[in-house]
């Protein structure tokens, strides 16, 4: 049996940038199911190159290993490492020197969920009322939160918040964070670029996430465009409804 899921999943280029720059997807691979967010940077239009690469080289992946014995977690890394080797190749080209993309994702086999991490993007979950951010942001702020040497108020509203201290694109990358969750009926996953949580907090978020799936994304993306999100916004929001054997 395959997992049921609702899903509903949108983009918008923001109230700043000239061009969207984030990517996304979301397939079922045989009796698996997979949704990703990547969230380019790097030069005019070359942020788009890079979170068009991550995600097609991951889904690419994930085809070319439907059937393998090869243990999941395995394949989901290599994917995401090969996704990284294309982006930099592809900026050796001089117009897209120093690209990059964070890369956020799930991937469902069975009663097993996987999320896969890199970057500042974010994945949430909302089990029985309860909301949980399941990603830790690589940043130069969220660092500092850790070692004690700023508070979250501070790194939310710091002017380096969006210094990244880990995405594809960049030599020393090795793998993306992976953790291994259980998917059950009734949990609602939400995967985000930053362009919507640097207008609107997690309250917000955890309220929208009880409405269907396609109001949560149109209403999320409508309240950070009023706020004048300075990036582009992508929400994927889906809620699992039977889970695969």
């Given amino acids: 049996m395959k997992p049921a899921i609702r899903i509903f999943a949108a983009s918008d280029m923001g109230c700043v940038r000239k061009n969207n720059e984030d990517n996304f997807k979301y397939m ?22 890079a979170s068009r690469i991550a995600i097609d080289v991951f ?24 996704a990284n080797r294309a982006i930099l190749e592809e900026a050796k080209q001089a117009d897209k020197r120093n690209m990059g993309t964070t890369f956020s994702g799930i991937y469902m086999r069975g009663k097993n ?3 896969l991490h890199a970057g500042d993007s974010r994945i949430y979950r909302k ?8 990603t830790e ?8 939160v850790k070692r004690g ?3 979250q108020d501070e790194a939310d509203h710091h002017p380096k918040s ?7 694109g960049t030599p020393d990358f090795t793998a993306p964070d992976i953790d291994f969750l259980d998917g059950r009926p009734g949990d609602v996953i939400l995967i985000s670029s930053d362009g919507l949580h ?3 907090s997690l309250e917000e978020i955890s309220e929208a996430m009880d409405l269907d799936q396609e109001t949560a994304v149109k209403m999320l993306i409508e309240t950070a465009l009023k706020r004048g999100s300075p990036d582009n916004v992508t929400v994927i929001a889906m809620k699992i409804e039977a889970v695969g054997e």
Avoid: Y
């Avoid at 199911?33 to 790097?42: M, Q, S």
């Avoid at 942001?137 to 500092?144: L, S």
């Fill in 113 to 115: 969920l996987f999320t």
């Fill in 137 to 144: 942001d690589h940043t130069w702020v969220q660092d500092q």
């Fill in 127 to 134: 089990r029985d009322g309860r909301f949980e951010q399941l």
């Fill in 198 to 200: 640097r207008v609107v």
């Fill in 59 to 82: 889904a690419q992946e994930i085809d070319k290993n439907q059937g393998s014995p090869r243990d999941i977690v395995f394949i989901l890394r290599d994917a995401v490492v090969k």
């Fill in 149 to 151: 040497k700023m508070t």
């Fill in 162 to 168: 969006g210094v990244l201290l880990r995405a594809l």
């Fill in 28 to 49: 079922a691979e045989g009796e698996d199911f997979w949704a990703a967010v990547a969230d380019g940077c790097g030069g005019e239009m070359a942020g788009e190159v």
